[in-house]
Every structure is written in C-alpha cells, then in structure tokens.
C-alpha cells in the first residue's frame, strides 16, 4: 500500500475520476535512492477532505493498493525521471 498528497486538485480532478474505477494501472514510486514498482495491477481510492478552516489547503489524499505476494524491488533512479515536482500557481 503506498499513500500520498497530491496538492493539485483543480489539475487532477478529471484525472483522479477516470482511473479511481479502473484496476489497468501499475505504479512505480520514488524513496530518496531508489524507484519502485508494485509489480500488480493497483487500486486507486483519492479522497479530498474539506478541514473547517478557510486558511486550509486542500489536497488529495490518494491511497494506492495492490495483492503481489512478491514485495515491490528497488531500481536505480533513471536520470531526469521524478528530477522536479510540477505544481502549478493557481490566481
């Protein structure tokens, strides 16, 4: 199970609600050193809870599951592969 925050949620919100349904995606992650990849076909459950404070920033809460009796293996992180993380400026 790997569980992330993703700040874009005007960006993501088409993206999120197309594959939230569907079991065709894999998914490969990054630690410090190393990629990982599941190895399984996943399941995607994005959530976006609204805090009761006007100054709170809302963000997906998108948790990523999957059934591989093997345990996912590091690999070395390609050069220019997860270099930066695109978050746009909304006005």
Do not use: H
Not at 7 to 26: G, V
Not at 35 to 59: C, F, H, N, Q, Y
Request: glycine residues 2%; aromatic residues 14%; contains cysteine.
């Amino acid at each position: 199970m790997l569980t992330y925050k993703d700040p874009n949620t005007t960006a993501n919100c088409d993206y999120y609600n197309a594959i939230k349904d569907s079991s065709d995606y894999t998914v490969w992650f990054r630690t410090s050193s190393k990629i990982w990849e599941a190895g399984a076909p996943v399941s995607i459950s994005p959530k976006m809870p609204v805090a009761d404070d006007l100054k709170a920033v809302l963000t997906y809460e998108v948790t990523v599951k999957w059934q591989n009796s093997n345990l996912p293996c590091p690999y070395s992180i390609p050069d220019g592969i997860f270099s930066e993380c695109f978050i746009p400026i909304v006005a």
